[in-house]
């Protein structure tokens, strides 16, 4: 049975080329304050463009942020956050 996954797009950035993305996935609480996720924390070693979803995210929401760096600076810039995740 294929896993549910979540991918990320880094969308569009400017600024001098090359410029490199990182990925770091985070879980938060189900709860939103003010239309903002809350009590988020890293998800250890999910850096990659996508995230297979596991049943200890389920009663949570995700998000990614996503890192840009050239060589004159970085900028980052978090995804919306997801639903609440269900089995």
């Given at each position: 049975k294929a896993k549910a996954k979540l991918t990320a797009t880094r969308g569009?950035?400017?600024g001098?080329?090359?410029i490199t993305y990182k990925y770091q996935w985070v879980t938060c609480?189900?709860?939103?304050q003010k239309g903002k996720a809350v009590g988020c924390k890293?998800?250890?070693g999910a850096t990659k463009s996508t995230l297979?979803?596991?049943?200890?995210y389920v009663g949570k929401r995700i998000?990614?942020?996503i890192t840009a760096t050239n060589i004159v600076s970085s900028t980052k810039a978090y995804s919306k956050v997801t639903?609440?995740?269900?089995k």
């Open positions: 569009t950035w400017t001098t080329a090359p609480n189900a709860k939103l890293t998800i250890k297979v979803l596991a049943s200890k998000e990614v942020l639903t609440i995740i269900k």
